[in-house]
């Protein structure tokens, strides 16, 4: 049963359910290579080629997979196309290739794509996997991309490597280095929490128009 | 082969290079079950036993099989430790089920836990040896013990503290990580 239309499977991904700031999967990547935006683009670009590819090979093979092997069979398929990934940026990338290290191979245990085909890819047609892994991997780029800009901004005073301030700026070292990741991302948190209470509070409102006179 | 001394290793992955607090491996339970104390530090124990087992067969499948495809590395590596995870949660489970009981979901769990992995791939890139490579992953397994240990402590006393309602939840947790990480900062450039 079909409970919500090609265009939610696209969006939802992208911020209402967005990877990692709502969901909180595929934290490893998101903190460890966001610290300059190139780095986050290229870390987003294999997550999104291997998170399309596994989704449009595991919906086309469903019916094939048994369901006891399913986990080992998605991991596989999984690895195969990280392979894929990290031989292809070490030829056409290889500076980022050598930036990003060990975390190319580490995408096979990112939670997010794993998650994706067990609750998605397995159950619906190929064309809605596809969108939903394009969704979620552009929510995934947004969040990454979002979070390297910040940490790029603030702890080089440069944007992909263009100078912004002039030369009075003073560098905060600390978002570069691994304390700022967390910082970074514990602040975009905070916002969107603070977000989130202003709007149910408004909705709140809404629905009781006399206010209460105590508060 | 590295020329790096077995002290220098144990230390570097320990405390300089923290697993969880400078390489961010190994999040998802340190965000997950680092509420209570011994709890964290059962999955800190559960860590280090996997992580010993994966040193392990990391070593035997670069010395005697990856020789001839270097290519299968990452395939290879994600098998093994999918099947030693399942084979250790099947032992324990047949030789001691109260311990099977109290480390519940966190043995399965730790199949997709990073820092398996990374170990696995940090000791092929540098080249460690045998008892290098055991060396690491008792290291690595012990600076995430302390890192757990740690994050829940402080979770534990913050708990009933008055916290603005927004900065209740991940938000807060991070930020301490944070802080957490910017203290061991000061252990670099030791080694």
């Not at chain 1, 263009?162 to 975009?188: C, K, Q, R, S």
């Not at chain 1, 916002?191 to 149910?200: H, L, P, S, V």
């Not at chain 2, 109290?102 to 992995?117: D, E, K, R, V, W």
Request: charged letters at 10%; a neutral charge.
């Amino acid at each position: 049963m079909r409970t919500t239309t090609a265009q939610q499977d696209f969006i939802r991904g992208i911020w209402k359910e967005n990877p990692v700031l709502v969901q909180m999967l595929g934290l490893c990547p998101a903190l460890a290579v966001t610290n300059s935006v190139a780095n986050a683009l290229a870390m987003s670009g294999a997550t999104f080629f291997v998170m399309s590819c596994s989704s449009v090979l595991i919906s086309t093979c469903k019916r094939f997979i048994p369901h006891e092997v399913r986990i080992s069979a998605y991991i596989l398929v999984i690895a195969t196309f990280v392979t894929l990934a990290d031989m292809l940026l070490q030829a056409y990338a290889p500076a980022q290739h050598k930036e990003l290290g060990a975390f190319i191979a580490l995408i096979v245990v990112n939670c997010m794509i794993l998650g994706r085909q067990e609750s998605f890819s397995s159950k619906n047609s190929v064309f809605r996997s596809l969108l939903d892994a394009i969704g979620t991997g552009v929510g995934f780029t947004i969040a990454l991309v979002m979070m390297g800009g910040f940490r790029e901004i603030l702890g080089t005073g440069s944007f992909l490597g263009y100078p912004l301030f002039g030369p009075n700026f003073e560098p905060w070292v600390i978002m570069v280095l691994p304390a700022g990741g967390f910082l970074t991302l514990g602040f975009i948190l905070l916002a969107m929490g603070a977000i989130e209470q202003r709007r149910k509070d408004r909705a709140e409102r809404k629905e009781e128009p006399v206010a209460e006179v105590s508060s | 082969m590295n020329e790096q001394t077995l002290f220098s290793i144990f230390f570097s992955a320990m405390i300089v290079n923290n697993f969880t607090l400078a390489l961010f491996l190994g999040l998802c339970p340190f965000m997950g079950v680092s509420a209570r104390v011994e709890t964290a530090l059962r999955m800190g124990f559960a860590n280090i036993f996997v992580l010993v087992l994966t040193s392990l067969a990391a070593w035997f499948l670069n010395t005697y099989i990856l020789e001839t495809a270097p290519f299968l590395r990452i395939i290879s590596f994600i098998i093994v430790i999918a099947s030693l995870v399942q084979i250790v949660e099947t032992a324990i489970k047949k030789l001691s089920p109260a311990l099977f009981r109290q480390l519940g979901i966190f043995l399965p769990l730790i199949t997709t836990n990073c820092a398996i992995l990374g170990l696995a791939i940090f000791q092929t890139n540098r080249g460690y040896d045998f008892l290098q490579g055991l060396t690491f992953a008792i290291g690595a397994g012990l600076g995430l013990t302390l890192a757990l240990v740690l994050m829940a402590s402080i979770r534990e006393s913050v708990e009933f503290s008055d916290v603005p309602g927004i900065a209740k939840g991940t938000g807060l947790v991070l930020i301490i990580a944070g802080t957490l990480s910017m203290a061991f900062m000061g252990f670099a450039g030791l080694f």
